[in-house]
Nanobody, 125 residues
Framework: VQLQASGGGLVQVGGSLRLSCAASGRASNTYAMGWFRQAPGKEREFVAAISSIGGYTDYLDSVKGRFTISRDSRKDSVTLQMDSLKPEDTAVYYC???????????????????WGQGTLVTVSS
């Protein structure tokens, strides 16, 4: 599975950005998809995830109500809509794919064997 992330950029506090991740490869639309982020000097952390058929989503507590993850199975892509952005959202954002089944932990980094290249989001105050 190959993943291509896009949509990062510079935005002011309270603004919005929309990240996209295009997946390609064999049966890529059968994978759960996730977004992670890594700020300078910090560990990569889970942000959001969506199940393979889109019926289940999970979010980092600090982004609940502000970020929305969705997927378009026809286009084999996942979107992260980010609203009410804060300076602490500044990071490189990565999309990831993995076979994660109901009841498993979607926030574990090691659940995702496939990763995109990352896109930088900078929120200025």
């Amino acid at each position: 599975v190959q993943l291509q992330a896009s949509g990062g950029g510079l935005v002011q506090v309270g603004g919005s950005l929309r990240l996209s991740c295009a997946a390609s490869g064999r049966a890529s639309n059968t994978y759960a998809m996730g977004w992670f982020r890594q700020a300078p000097g910090k560990e990569r952390e889970f942000v959001a995830a969506i199940s393979s058929i889109g019926g289940y989503t999970d979010y980092l507590d600090s982004v609940k109500g502000r970020f929305t993850i969705s997927r378009d199975s026809r286009k084999d892509s996942v979107t992260l809509q980010m609203d009410s952005l804060k300076p602490e959202d500044t990071a490189v954002y990565y999309c990831a794919a993995g076979r994660i089944y109901p009841g498993n932990d979607y926030s574990r980094r090691d659940a995702y064997p496939y990763w995109g290249q990352g896109t930088l989001v900078t929120v200025s105050s």
